[in-house]
């Protein structure tokens, strides 16, 4: 169960406005959150992940507080280990696919999987920048699942798919 | 013609360099992160031999490094140290003199990194020191390169300073740069043009391989 109470300034060409969400999400549940752009999409999940600071609010994953402004808790993104899948994919541009695996695992057979998945078999030795945008953003879904996180975050992580390749990650 | 005032040049150079990609690494990252009176304070502290006549610098390094008091003094007595007239203040000094040269361009370069990278290592659970040497170094190495030749060059060139600390010492401090401006002194321009020659040739040839490096490294996959 992850629960989430949370207060946030945002400073929009409209002015300052405040994003506000208190809500529970059950484990193993999936959450689409939709919105006009500037809403605070990308805010709230980074706030989840822990690279954001709301100005108040609690977040509570399985009985374990992430965040407490309250009591000053803060639990470090390298503690919380969410997948991130980043909406400009934020890949390393000096590591090729392999090592941008690498990097986040070290499960060979977990790779070699995911590498399955994401059809990037053939790819491994690519850097980003030889990569088409699907590849990407296929990459970034991958090694963001490479940890095996307890929480996926995708900000508009379908958007350069092929609509058979977003049948396959759906 | 006496070699030594090249060899103690490119000695000299080399020592500063790797002394600064030491220092001027963590320095620039915590520069580029956050923006509080007291980094700006810091940051223009580390920019003003940029703008500062050389020979001011130089002045008040050799009062502060004076063995008659202060620091100087403290230094001698304590570590048996001398920084003034001597090879080591001359690597002092060009520590300082060349810093921003240094710094600026890392500083810079990790800047215009976008902050996604380092957030996509966090979540992965890498601490904040693997970031930085697996992600974003390797990421900023055209300006790293542009930093090290740009501070290796500018010490090769140094004079104010460099006189004004280390004096005119034969083997000691007694660099190209002071070299050329003896010989000129003494007439001896067939002196002179050797050193110059030599300097012009060493920093043409660096400034050039950056350039060349730079284009392979920062040309769009596009193109």
Do not use: C
């Not at chain 2, 900023?140 to 740009?150: C, D, E, F, G, R």
């Not at chain 2, 460099?162 to 007694?174: A, K, S, W």
């Amino acid at each position: 169960m992850i629960g989430i109470d949370i207060e946030k300034k945002l400073k929009t060409y409209k002015g300052e406005q405040v994003l506000k969400i208190a809500r529970q999400f059950d484990a193993g549940s999936i959450t689409k959150i939709y919105g006009p752009s500037g809403a605070g999409k990308t805010t709230f999940l980074k706030i989840i992940a822990g690279f954001i600071k709301p100005e108040k609010g609690i977040i509570t994953v399985d009985n374990i507080t992430w965040l407490d402004t309250g009591s000053k808790t803060f639990l470090q993104p390298q503690k919380r280990m969410t997948g991130f899948v980043f909406q400009d994919y934020a890949l390393f541009p000096n590591m090729n696919v392999q090592e941008q695996l690498e990097y986040a695992t070290r499960d060979a057979a977990w790779m070699k999987r995911l590498l399955h998945i994401g059809k990037l078999e053939n790819l491994v030795t690519h850097t980003p920048q030889y990569l088409s945008g699907g590849q990407q953003q296929r990459l970034a879904i991958l090694r963001a699942l490479a940890t095996k996180p307890k929480l996926l975050l995708m900000d508009e992580p379908f958007s350069a798919l092929d609509p058979k390749n977003e049948n396959r990650f759906n | 013609m006496d070699i030594t005032p090249i060899w103690l040049t490119l000695k000299l150079a080399s020592i500063t360099t790797l002394l600064l990609l030491v220092i001027g690494l963590p320095v620039a990252w915590w520069l580029s992160k956050g923006r509080s009176v007291f980094k700006i304070i810091i940051e223009a502290i580390i920019t003003m031999p940029l703008v500062l006549p050389p020979s001011v610098l130089g002045f008040y390094l050799l009062l502060a490094f004076s063995p008659q008091h202060g620091v100087g003094k403290w230094l001698l007595q304590t570590f048996n140290v001398q920084f003034v007239f001597s090879f080591q203040g001359l690597v002092l000094a060009s520590v300082i003199y060349s810093m921003p040269f240094m710094i600026g361009p890392i500083k810079s370069a990790l800047q215009q990194l976008p902050l996604s990278l380092s957030q996509a290592s966090y979540s992965l659970g890498k601490t904040k020191w693997q970031t930085f040497v697996k992600v974003l170094v390797p990421n900023i190495k055209p300006s790293l390169l542009t930093a090290v030749v740009l501070t290796f060059a500018h010490t090769l060139g140094e004079f104010g300073v460099v006189l004004m600390i280390g004096g005119n010492i034969p083997n000691v401090t007694r660099v190209a740069s002071i070299a050329v401006y003896d010989s000129v002194e003494q007439m001896d321009y067939a002196s002179a043009n050797v050193y110059s020659l030599i300097l012009f040739a060493i920093t043409f040839v660096m400034v050039i391989a950056v350039f060349i490096f730079n284009k392979y490294q920062l040309k769009s996959p596009l193109e």
